[in-house]
């Protein structure tokens, strides 16, 4: 089993930067590949990205390739979310989930694990 913590939301203007961080402990965190999700309200869960246990793959939803990217330590046992050129419509909660496997998915069962998610707010 592993825990995910996520830090690093904050509120910032629309073309700014953010970056996000997923502190695991628990079991290796090497075995697990990372995905990051944000709900909005009244709004489902949606899919930011994902990146494989090595690191060595990413994707990304569409509405934030280009200006978002995934990457990971492992060992610091951390996901980070790199945010830049922010919109208003990415003000969001965003959750990092773990899912041991070497590749994540896109849909929020494909995660076993999720963090209590982190307020991120772009004013425009």
């Known amino acids: 089993q592993v825990q995910l913590v996520e830090s690093g939301g904050g509120l910032v203007q629309a073309g700014g930067s953010l970056r996000l961080s997923c502190a695991a402990s628990g079991r290796t965190f090497s075995r697990y590949a990372m995905g990051w999700f944000r709900q909005a309200p009244g709004k489902e869960r949606e899919f930011v990205a994902t990146i494989s246990r090595s690191g060595g793959t990413t994707y990304y939803a569409d509405s934030v390739k280009g200006r978002f990217t995934s990457s990971r330590d492992n060992a610091k046992n951390t996901n980070y979310l790199q945010m830049n050129s922010l919109k208003p419509e990415d003000t969001a909660v965003y959750y990092c989930?773990?899912?041991?496997?070497?590749?994540?998915?896109?849909?929020?069962?494909?995660?076993?694990?999720w963090g209590q998610g982190t307020q991120v707010t772009v004013s425009s």
């Open positions: 989930a773990a899912r041991e496997t070497v590749w994540g998915g896109t849909s929020p069962d494909d995660y076993d694990y």
